[in-house]
């Protein structure tokens, strides 16, 4: 199985060294060559667990022998909460995909307690050392340093914007276990952060001071990242057929909450796999440049970056639209090549009129005010009982405003318990307290438990403290990684 370049055609890998090298040497991300080819049969589905399912999906992307990556794939997913991994629950409006039942309550534990284990297997007979570089928004950081704590032949260095994330999010990083891990705050947003690892990357000399360790990455630009999360799209279809909520072959839509791109991407690439897909809906919180891009066909980033209450999407460069815009050129790497070098030259690009309008076919989009987020929260807790966290409910709230045909799916991409500021606002108007304290106080009045995992958060040791600047942060993983030995 080999991945190219979406830059570069000519830079062809085989899926072992696609994985762990994360990013292709000219910056570009990468793809299967054969995709298009790759099919699955949803009806042969139907009577097979999670697990199952990840098997039959993931095995289109590697070559691993089959009976280790079926092993793997059952170690990672017995670390959920629930054996169904990725439960779908019945709102009156539309269904809502819990992603967040794993070790870190966030979506991103769904590849990232897998990938891994992926790496393990694709560095089995070699004595190459990883490093995996990482820039989160919030969740990525946690899930990746729980998946990779003390793993074999592997150290992660995660990067965060300091006060980009929430509260609870920066404790899970800071008070972070394992002997190979180190977690460093930045002066900057998330952007800076991201622009900075994908540069470091690309640096030659870093790489040679490192020696035989190599670099890689825990973001969605790891095509290990990216797969796991095909396989929740196509597990929620198969659950409304046992359910008789549809028929197999029936249409449905997802409404997806995402700033990099990669979340609603694994809708995309399930939908080319075969699973009857009518709209995916991409919702933005006010950092809407996806929604200004998917309307206008221009990609502008240079805009104010906005904090917002839904942190993890506070993001303007969205890594994997380049994916997406491969695909629908028709596999053209010299215009994507010629996108993304207006985009780091200009900040700025604009596609053709016939990838505008396979963008429109394909995607919907909106986007929501911080006070509507809110809104959002307080009327489906008051009407369902049902508690939402802020980057959820900017997908619900876009998902009311879309007249979608046929049956919807809301993906829920965190625990309300990590975003405990803004929900107690929005669900009691209460603001000025402890996050801790209005845990308890959500717990009280909502009953919806606290994930095991945040409980007691704030007692535990805090073992990473560093702060940098962002031009710091090459400097900085040197000094790290002399640690880490």
């Known amino acids: 199985m080999n991945y190219r370049s979406t830059r570069n055609n000519t830079i062809r890998k085989n899926d072992k060294t696609a994985l762990l090298q994360g990013l292709s040497e000219d910056g570009g991300l990468f793809v299967l060559e054969n995709f298009n080819e790759k099919k699955i049969d949803l009806k042969n589905l139907l009577d097979k667990s999670y697990t199952d399912i990840a098997f039959e999906v993931l095995k289109l992307f590697f070559s691993f022998d089959e009976s ?23 709102l009156k409006d539309a269904y809502v995909l819990e992603l967040f039942h794993g070790p870190t309550s966030a979506f991103k534990d769904v590849a990232l307690t897998l990938l891994p284990y992926l790496i393990q297997l694709a560095l089995e007979g070699s004595d190459q050392e990883i490093l995996i570089l990482t820039a989160t928004s919030g969740d990525t950081g946690k899930a990746a340093l729980e998946g990779f704590k003390d793993v074999d032949q592997t150290e992660i260095i995660v990067f965060y914007p300091k006060n980009g994330v929430s509260k609870i999010q920066e404790l899970q990083m800071r008070t972070q276990e394992g002997k190979n891990t180190k977690v460093c705050a930045i002066e900057g947003n998330f952007d800076d952060a991201q622009t900075a690892v994908k540069n470091i990357f690309l640096d030659e000399e870093l790489q040679k001071k490192l020696g035989k360790k190599k670099f890689s990455s825990a973001n969605s630009i790891n095509i290990g990242r990216l797969t796991p999360q095909i396989v929740y799209y196509i597990v929620a ?52 440049v996806l929604y200004d891009f998917l309307t206008t066909g221009i990609y502008d980033r240079n805009r104010e970056f906005l904090k917002t209450i839904s942190p993890s ?43 505008l309008a396979k963008l429109k076919a394909e995607f919907g989009s909106g986007y929501a005010s911080d006070e509507e987020t ?56 209460i603001t000025d307290e402890d996050e801790f304290k209005l845990m308890e106080k959500l717990y009280e009045f909502t009953k919806v438990p606290v994930p095991e995992n945040l409980k007691n958060l704030n007692s535990k040791e805090i073992r990473h403290s560093d702060l940098v600047k962002r031009e710091d942060m090459a400097k900085y993983i040197l000094e790290a990684e002399k640690c880490l030995k």
């Open 68 to 90: 280790k990556l079926k092993s793997v794939i059952e170690k990672a997913y017995s670390k959920f909460s629930t054996s169904k991994v990725t439960p779908l629950v019945e």
């Open 374 to 429: 809110s809104q959002v929260i307080k009327k489906v807790w008051e009407e369902e009982k049902y508690l939402l966290d802020p980057h959820t409910a900017v997908a619900y709230k876009v998902m009311l405003e879309q007249n979608l045909e046929g049956e919807t799916v809301v993906l829920s991409t965190a625990s309300p318990y990590k975003f405990c500021t803004s929900v107690a606002n929005a669900v009691l108007n």
């Open 237 to 288: 279809y198969i659950d409304l057929v046992k359910n008789k909520k549809i028929n197999l072959g029936d249409k449905i839509n997802f409404v997806v909450p995402t700033g990099n791109f990669g979340d609603i991407l694994a809708g995309y690439y399930a939908k080319k796999l075969g699973l009857p897909v009518n709209k995916l809906v991409c919702a933005s919180n006010k950092n809407n």
């Open 313 to 355: 999407m506070d993001i303007l460069i969205s890594s994997n639209l380049e994916r997406l815009l491969y695909d629908l050129s028709g596999s053209d790497d010299k215009y994507i090549k010629s996108l993304m070098d207006e985009l780091k030259q200009s900040g700025k690009y604009q596609v053709n009129t016939d990838i």
